[in-house]
């Protein structure tokens, strides 16, 4: 028997920036307290059936990879954010788009997270894979973050050190047992790898590409080294396979047409890291999740 509250054949096309087709046999969104309360049960429900969970807590960035999806897909709709100007502590749900909140601090004079503005994720997406955009990353304001466990179901608070964040890395990724319900973060002093001068908005607004993208596709394998040079000079900037393609103006960018089939993504992106392969012995990592049954 089916649980009343999951919504069956569910078009989920607008969930990933791609849009390419697709659907959902069962869904499920979180929009508040309570509703986490419920995931135990949905838990039960897909455990009792054989059916597999799958959390999208991360935003719009990832690939899908099917027509429909057989499992469980439950969405994270967390959204509410604060900021005290006087000490300067951020508290954010988790599905909070991070360029919305960043750009809101920008017009209220507070700098420190600008380098975030046009950032396509969400909180919980940024946590998870310690967002980096010019040198400045997440962990460097992180403080604590409230999440559920789901092996055992309770809330607790993990801090910075108990997240364990690297390059592109966090125990939210690593493991995959946290559902992030809130985070917070110290935004009074600014902590940077290395400095940059960089004018990100008017670098995404001019030298980035407009269209159907999770912006950056692969993972730059080095600081002197960009998956987007890798990608030119293995002359994949300009080739496309029917309506996928790497953008002219940022060869890292996988584009989609809206006619695009999550096939041809796949084909394309098969064919790149081969030939990047074959040409520098690299392998390119992807920095979208491509999400298949």
């Not at 460097?140 to 466990?149: I, Q, S």
């Not at 790497?246 to 096939?263: G, P, R, W």
């Not at 392998?283 to 049954?293: G, K, P």
Request: hydrophobic content about 40%.
């Amino acid at each position: 028997m089916t649980l009343d509250y999951l919504i069956e054949n569910k078009d989920i096309k607008s969930l990933s920036n791609f849009k390419t087709k697709a659907k959902a046999r069962y869904y499920y969104e979180i929009h508040n307290r309570q509703d986490i309360e419920k995931l135990s049960e949905i838990y039960s429900f897909a455990k009792a059936n054989n059916i597999k969970l799958l959390f999208i807590w991360w935003g719009t960035n990832m690939l899908f990879a099917f027509d429909i999806f057989d499992w469980i897909i439950i969405n994270n709709c967390l959204e509410w954010w604060n900021y005290n100007n006087e000490t300067k502590i951020l508290d954010s749900y988790s599905n909070e788009n991070i360029s919305d909140i960043a750009e809101s601090l920008f017009d209220n004079g507070q700098l420190l997270w600008k380098r975030f503005i046009w950032l396509p994720w969400s909180i919980w997406w940024a946590v998870f894979w310690n967002a980096w955009c010019f040198w400045l990353e997440i962990e460097n304001n992180f403080l604590k973050a409230e999440v559920l466990e789901l092996k055992t179901w309770k809330i607790k608070v993990l801090d910075k050190k108990e997240s364990w964040f690297e390059y592109r890395n966090s125990i939210y990724k690593k493991t995959e047992i946290y559902f992030i319900i809130k985070t917070f973060f110290d935004l009074s002093k600014k902590v940077e790898k290395y400095h940059s001068d960089v004018d990100n908005i008017d670098f995404r607004e001019n030298k980035q590409p407009k269209g159907n993208s999770c912006g950056s596709f692969f993972k730059n394998p080095s600081k002197e080294q960009s998956a987007g040079k890798l990608i030119e000079e293995s002359w994949f900037k300009w080739k496309k396979i029917w309506w996928a393609y790497f953008s002219n103006i940022h060869a890292n960018f996988l584009m989609s047409d809206d006619d695009t089939n999550y096939k041809d993504l796949l084909t394309l992106i098969k064919k790149v890291k081969e030939n990047v392969k074959n040409k520098y012995d690299i392998d390119l990592i992807n920095e979208v999740r491509i999400i298949t049954n």
